[in-house]
């Protein structure tokens, strides 16, 4: 059961464009979302994090929209660079039973980005 | 961003022989440590969390036995891949959580330990 689904494998966006990465998630306790970005044969570089009390975080270039009701969020990158191109993870967390910590992190499959010059 | 770092990055043992795998956070301490797994083409796989000062929480399907991990201090985690067999020959990445502010959590991935064993 995918709780966390990235529904696009790829993105193809022009150096300078704006890229936006789509996220859903099914489960209802998840209340803290992160994103990243991967390379190959790398660990994944925390890139941005909102809370649920939150629908917006921005940081430089890269803002995440947070729809609690549609349990969507998506991360924009503005503007793009060739740089960008990674493999973009989200992520999410749910408290703890006692819900004074979060659990372990929940992952989608990924999506593609490629931003060409 | 804070740094987690792994060491070695990359490492070929024999088989039967167990291998060591350094984590730590260098610039933050952290109040969880993970142990990830990545197979090809896949997304990461958690092993099993840990806490400093107390026993890890394994996964599932994860042998805690063989994937030994020791979390010594806020800053220090170590995975021993015991009596390692070539199908534990995989891309190994460690993840330190911090509480970065009033409800602000941050989880950094180290850069991943390669074993490759023969």
């Known amino acids: 059961d995918q709780q966390v689904k990235q529904n696009s494998p790829s993105l193809s966006v022009q150096e300078g464009r704006i890229s936006i990465l789509n996220c859903d998630y099914t489960?209802?306790?998840?209340?803290?979302f992160l994103w990243y970005k991967k390379y190959p044969a790398e660990g994944p570089t925390f890139l941005i994090s909102?809370?649920?009390?939150?629908d917006k975080n921005e940081d430089g270039r890269f803002t995440v929209f947070l729809n609690k009701s549609a349990k969507h969020l998506s991360l924009h990158i503005v503007p793009s660079q060739p740089g960008d191109s990674a493999v973009y993870f989200c992520?999410?967390?749910?408290?703890?039973?006692?819900?004074?910590?979060?659990?372990?992190?929940?992952f989608g499959q990924g999506t593609i980005l490629t931003v060409h010059p | 961003g804070a740094v987690v770092s792994q060491h070695p990055s990359w490492v070929i043992c024999k088989s039967g022989t167990s291998v060591k795998i350094e984590c730590r956070s260098l610039?933050?301490?952290?109040?969880?440590m993970f142990w990830y797994r990545q197979f090809p083409k896949q997304s990461l796989m958690l092993m099993a969390t840990?806490?400093?000062?107390?026993?890890?929480?394994?996964e599932q399907g994860v042998e805690k036995d063989k994937f030994l991990i020791n979390h010594a201090s806020l800053t220090l985690s170590t995975l021993t891949v015991t009596s390692a067999h070539p199908e534990d020959s995989s891309f190994y990445i460690c993840?330190?959580?911090?509480?970065?502010?009033?409800?602000?959590?941050?989880?950094?991935f180290g850069p991943g330990t390669r074993l490759t064993v023969t």
């Open positions: 992520a999410a967390l749910a408290p703890n039973a006692g819900g004074t910590s979060y659990g372990k992190l929940t």
């Open positions: 909102i809370s649920s009390i939150k």
């Open positions: 993840s330190a959580r911090v509480l970065a502010g009033a409800g602000l959590y941050e989880q950094y």
């Open positions: 610039d933050f301490q952290a109040t969880t």
């Open positions: 840990s806490n400093e000062g107390s026993k890890a929480t394994y």
């Open positions: 489960n209802s306790m998840f209340d803290y």
